[in-house]
């Protein structure tokens, strides 16, 4: 996933840092002992009693690493994906061919008059052996302090572990034979951490589509507890599209295709100053707006009833906290905190990720690079679209006269939006409520997700994101996801899974 | 050395190109049989004699490299180049103190009117061997097709061949006996490849300094000779700086000290945009003048002597062969080739060495990076001088508002120029012609190398590049020094001492 939720960071990480702002309160509230009565008493019983069994569910995933852009076990992991949704009860499980890697399609029809629609991904980041201090794929358990013994391996919050925790509440619901109170429709892709390029190719085939179409609301599960048990519920998401643009003395025509002596630079001209005048007219000169042609034409300012929610969760949060977090003494503007929040949720960016040109080594070396490369990541905000996006950016560049610079688009999702209104949000608010659980609204999740191709037509059902419990580390080594929490106020990877199991007995009663 | 000579380009080779402009007329002048009657008949055949020692010399040289980047053999090149020095005749030879690596320094006084320096330079560049079709510590014999029989290795032409070629002849001359024509200075470094950080040190050092003060002049040997057997006189060459410009979080006081996920843009400054807006400030906008304040103070013109001396160069370049040797299809502006030598020895540069920043991977990854570097080389022309440089391209960033963004200079020479009518440049033509090499004279090298040291004050005399023989791939993988030459307007390794020993005869004998 392209966010971070607050607890994400430690001294490992090379991201440091969060899109999850929503989540990060200081409330004292304990998280109350969880469906203590009731039908979720038995529940709870017989998920505490495949407790271990859940555990090594995940640990024997973890194990099998599916990386899109490696190529690797891409259909061994979604044959292992269709076999976990069919241990949990899903019937007609499919694995759905796409240009790229497949993805898997499974439903639990109870007859029931409301459906929830699930996503789950089973692929993963890459990953470093080297870098990790408890090898990638051996899921072993390691305490974290402030939180309790967790799982450490690839994957483990991002996303196999709230995954396998939600296939555990299925199986505790089994276990009981209670009848689910909801139906489920589950759709997986393989390509979530390549940025989907074909995911929009499973969700539209016909009998998924279909399926999709009787959702009340998808979500993705997550496990973003900060320290306190907050959460985050969220109302939507920015766009992105991740690209390189490229300077070359090969599409220029002019300067050297490859690299050649820097003390050429006085008569050949150089791609890699190219590169640096074309980035100059994509912002303000702070670095800080787009300046784009066109770029906000489409932009929907935030409304009065999104900023107050921001204004809202502003109080639940530590500025100072944060910015020790990330490292950053001013915010854009010297913004004060609420202003600066509003500005991350409403404002598109340019965002340089990288800059790779000529030598990159210690020292210096006497060469004029034939080539230079800006990574870039443009996130977008409603009504803007990707497509859209990609049309001005290549105009813009064109009228400048950069027409030779490449654009080279590596995936992207459109923005999306989900009303609070939605029997899946409201849904969300009151199982946390139930929980005990204190959840900020957050009007507009900074990072980005595959959810506009839920959010959009045809498929045009609300998604968001629900889930407790804690895990930390996507992306980077040392990923860890919580298994029993010696932090009263989170959820280990049982009352995870009650908070499931609460999700789906709650959609099926609100109004 | 920060040049390459004109055949220095392989496919193998990432640097390809020249600075050796003065080098690549097509004129089918055969190479004679050199030093066929007098002293020198006998020198030839003791050359001759002495050609194994020669080879073995040079090959153990190679088994022994000394890398001041790396802090490698340093010491025990210093000695190694002692012995050398010893061997060949000079006397009180001494190992030089810096405050970075020791120099090395000898003479040979044989009382003789005349005295020439010769400048050496014991240290090598960073070799990957894995990059290498021969290890390039062994010094195998590999055929070079159109040269001949060569020895690869780590310094093989930049510079021990070179080196060892001009041993050779002291070893030829000592070995019939003959009395050298001129006293001889050497004074030789260890840093030349980083720099030459305190070569400074050991040429002013107060016994080296009145040494060097009475020398007509010092060169460097060097083995440039193209497939047609020509070679440059050089005239002067440009200096350099070599730093790296940062911007960072750290320093700027805002963005991120580390990096930070991509979607907080929105909210925190980027270090990156502004390496981008800074750079921007520095050239204009085609990126093919510097624009920093007051840059051309300092700039004096060519003289209509230093342009007519490029104009009578150009007729004997290819420029069609270069633009395909450089991969390059236009000169900056369209200039005619003439203009564009001219521009070449006339301008200035600021060019982008590397470009850092970020992920710079494969693909993307959304990071706001809390840090920014790019690699840039300044050429300057007389009167520019390197403290002069720094300081106004300090000032310039400052007064743009830039004052955070560090400036770390890692090396540098200042320009350098000796008078066309020097006895040195004068006697370097005509060896030239008394060997039947065509010599083009030019005006201003463009690359840049230690040669201030000498011209300028208090050492103040001329300096320049001598040599016949054939080498390439400085700096790069599988770099090679002529041994057997099979073309017979080139110089193998036997006709080279020769050429050496000739110069020496002809300093002393003109007018």
């Known amino acids: 996933m392209d966010f971070h939720a607050t607890e994400g960071w430690n001294r490992r990480e090379l991201i440091r840092g969060t899109a999850m702002l929503g989540a990060g309160a200081m409330l004292m509230r304990p998280l109350p002992t969880l469906a203590a009565d009731g039908p979720m008493a038995e529940i709870r019983k017989a998920a505490e009693a495949g407790k271990e069994a859940s555990v090594q569910r995940l640990r024997e995933w973890i194990a099998l690493p599916s990386i899109a852009a490696e190529n690797r076990n891409m259909p061994e992991g979604a044959a292992y994906m269709a076999e976990l949704a069919k241990d949990a009860g899903f019937t007609n499980v499919e694995i759905v061919p796409t240009d790229g890697q497949p993805g898997v399609f499974g439903t639990i029809d109870v007859g029931a008059p409301r459906t929830l629609g699930i996503y789950f991904m089973y692929d993963v980041k890459q990953f470093d052996p080297a870098e990790w201090t408890s090898p990638p794929l051996e899921g072993k358990l390691v305490d974290k302090p402030g939180f309790g013994l967790s799982m450490v391996g690839r994957g483990a919050v991002n996303q196999k572990g709230p995954e396998a925790t939600f296939l555990a509440a299925l199986h505790a619901i089994r276990a009981v034979k209670a009848k689910l109170p909801v139906n489920i429709v589950l759709v997986c892709e393989g390509e979530e951490e390549i940025g989907s390029p074909h995911f929009r190719q499973i969700a539209t085939r016909p009998n998924i589509l279909a399926a999709l179409r009787k959702c009340d609301g998808i979500f ?218 204190q959840a900020n609204i957050n009007a507009r999740l900074a990072g980005s997700w595959p959810g506009a191709t839920f959010t959009a037509p045809p498929v045009s059902i609300p998604a968001g994101h629900f889930g407790i419990g804690h895990g930390s580390g996507a992306h980077a080594p040392d990923e860890y996801y919580l298994i029993d929490s010696t932090n009263p106020k989170v959820a280990g990877i049982v009352d995870a899974a009650i908070g499931y199991a609460e999700f789906l007995y709650t959609l099926a009663a609100i109004r």
Do not use: C
């Not at 702070?286 to 009065?304: H, S, Y």
């Not at 992207?412 to 009151?430: H, K, Q, V």
């Open 220 to 437: 993705i599960p997550a496990s973003w507890q900060d320290r306190n048990g907050n959460v985050a519920v969220n109302l939507g998401s920015k766009g992105v599209i991740e690209l390189e643009l490229v300077a070359s003395g090969e599409k220029w025509g002019r300067g050297p295709k490859g690299d050649i002596h820097s003390s050429l630079k006085a008569m050949v001209d150089s791609p890699a100053w190219r590169l640096v005048a074309a980035l100059n007219t994509l912002v303000t000169p702070d670095g800080n707006t787009p300046a784009i042609e066109g770029w906000f034409e489409n932009v929907r300012p935030l409304t009065d009833r999104e900023k107050s929610l921001i204004r809202e969760a502003a109080k639940h949060l530590d500025e100072a906290q944060q910015k020790q977090m990330l490292g950053v003494q001013h915010w854009i503007d010297d913004l004060p905190y609420e202003d600066a929040l509003i500005r991350l949720a409403q404002e598109p960016t340019v965002n340089i990720e990288g800059l790779v040109a000529g030598y990159t080594g210690p020292g210096g070396k006497t060469i004029l690079p034939g080539r230079a490369v800006a990574k870039l990541d443009l996130r977008l905000v409603p009504d803007q679209t990707r497509a859209e996006a990609e049309k001005k950016l290549r105009a813009h560049l064109d009228k400048h006269g950069f027409s030779d610079v490449e654009m080279n688009v590596s995936g992207g999702y459109d923005p999306t939006e989900t009303d609070e209104n939605s029997r899946l949000i409201r849904a969300e608010l009151a199982t946390y409520k139930r929980l005990g659980v």
